[in-house]
């Protein structure tokens, strides 16, 4: 590998991370209530 | 160190909710995110070192990585999350120089204390302990990794998927590791 090619390494290497584990820790969506009432 | 200060951004991020998650995990690989460019511009210098831990050096990066321009640029990206509140643009300054102060232990005296001095800090553990700089950093993640988990089970705010980001983590720390990292 180059330095150039380390530089872009190291700087891909710390961007790419960063949506991702932003995707995987945005707030889980709220549980289902369930059904709601009977209608009968 | 490499997962290592992502796993300390979650960890912050867990700390403080309200700080936007791109941001923190921006905030603490900021250091290297400027050492990429300044060395394709020609500003620092990285030399490549095969089968020589890590697998490179180091050689100028007084511009990303003092320890007066890691307060600088810690501090400056504090400020473009003011918007946020105090207590946020605090916890980005803090993660941004969580940065330097976890490659502290890892890098050999390449860390200028500014850009031109001629004292350099750093305790060397990834030539002194070519495999057991790996273990500590794992051990740093598991700390902080654990406490984010821990923190996001009792947390409708954030951490909605904790294991898989601790797969990621673990992920990216294998990548970085003696056996498998491509430098």
Same mark, same amino acid.
């Given at each position: 590998m180059?330095?150039?090619?380390?530089?872009?390494?190291?700087?891909v290497?710390?961007?790419l991370?960063?949506?991702?584990?932003?995707?995987?820790?945005?707030?889980?969506?709220?549980?289902?209530?369930?059904?709601?009432?009977?209608?009968? | 160190?490499?997962?290592?200060?992502?796993?300390?951004?979650?960890a912050?991020?867990?700390?403080?909710p309200?700080?936007?998650?791109?941001?923190?995990l921006?905030?603490?690989? +900021? *250091? $290297? &995110?400027?050492?990429? %460019?300044l060395? @394709? /511009?020609?500003?620092?210098?990285?030399?490549?070192?095969?089968?020589?831990?890590?697998?490179?050096?180091?050689?100028?990066?007084?511009?990303?990585?003092s320890?007066?321009?890691?307060?600088?640029?810690?501090?400056?990206?504090?400020?473009?999350?003011?918007?946020?509140?105090?207590?946020?643009?605090?916890?980005?300054?803090?993660?941004?120089?969580?940065?330097? +102060? *976890? $490659? &502290?232990?890892?890098? %050999?005296?390449? @860390? /200028?204390?500014?850009?031109?001095?001629?004292?350099?800090?750093?305790?060397?553990?990834?030539?002194?302990?070519?495999?057991?700089?790996?273990?500590?950093?794992?051990?740093?993640?598991?700390?902080?990794?654990?406490?984010?988990?821990r923190?996001?089970?009792?947390?409708?705010e954030?951490?909605?998927?904790?294991?898989?980001?601790?797969?990621?983590?673990?992920? +990216?720390?294998?990548?970085?590791?003696?056996?498998?990292?491509?430098?």
């Open positions: 180059t330095t150039a090619g380390l530089a872009v390494f190291v700087f290497g710390f961007l991370p960063v949506p991702v584990l932003h995707w995987l820790d945005r707030p889980r969506p709220p549980a289902d209530a369930g059904p709601g009432p009977s209608t009968e | 160190m490499y997962a290592g200060h992502f796993a300390v951004g979650l912050l991020k867990a700390k403080e309200r700080a936007p998650t791109w941001g923190i921006t905030g603490v690989g +900021l *250091l $290297d &995110l400027l050492f990429g %460019p060395v @394709l /511009a020609g500003v620092e210098r990285a030399s490549v070192t095969p089968a020589i831990s890590p697998g490179f050096t180091l050689d100028y990066i007084d511009w990303s990585h320890a007066a321009m890691a307060v600088f640029w810690s501090l400056l990206f504090g400020l473009l999350f003011l918007r946020f509140g105090s207590r946020v643009a605090g916890v980005m300054t803090l993660a941004a120089f969580s940065h330097f +102060l *976890l $490659d &502290l232990p890892m890098h %050999p005296p390449d @860390l /200028a204390l500014w850009p031109g001095s001629p004292i350099h800090l750093g305790f060397g553990l990834w030539q002194t302990l070519p495999v057991g700089w790996w273990v500590i950093e794992l051990g740093l993640i598991a700390v902080a990794g654990g406490y984010y988990l923190r996001s089970k009792a947390s409708e954030f951490g909605g998927r904790p294991y898989a980001v601790l797969a990621v983590l673990l992920a +990216l720390h294998l990548s970085n590791s003696p056996w498998l990292s491509p430098l």
